[in-house]
């Protein structure tokens, strides 16, 4: 296994999860990281991605201000802070490693990805 997300939970809207992704040092070496997720009878959409260096980032614009994507190269993590949950933001939630050191919104930019973790948010 070279990508593993952990986080995810049950939680009241309004809360926050902070969702982990540890990656194996020849996954994250060099790789853009994002996240996705997917909620039942949906397809997979983009959440947030990171550059290798961090020194970038995108959100979608249904996250962006309540969500933060960081990483620590050094521990070959990347996480996803998630704040003022919303029901709307229910969905497994996938870390992916870039086919280069961007980041980019379409999956299949992504060649590395992880199994997935449930976040569900009750209103």
């Known amino acids: 296994v070279q990508l593993q997300a952990f986080g995810g939970g049950l939680v009241q809207a309004g809360g926050s999860l902070r969702l982990s992704c540890a990656a194996s040092k020849r996954t994250f070496s060099n790789n853009g990281m994002g996240w996705f997720r997917q909620a039942p009878g949906k397809e997979r959409e983009f959440v947030s991605a990171?550059?290798?260096?961090?020194?970038?980032?995108d959100y979608a614009d249904s996250v962006k201000g309540r969500f933060t994507i960081t990483r620590d190269n050094a521990k070959n993590t990347v996480w996803l802070q998630m704040n003022s949950l919303k029901p709307e933001d229910t969905g497994v939630y996938y870390c992916?490693?870039?086919?280069?050191?961007?980041?980019?919104?379409?999956?299949?930019?992504?060649?590395?990805w992880g199994q997935g973790t449930q976040v569900t948010v009750s209103s």
């Open positions: 992916a490693a870039a086919r280069s050191s961007a980041y980019y919104r379409h999956a299949r930019s992504y060649n590395y």
């Open positions: 990171i550059t290798w260096s961090g020194g970038a980032t």
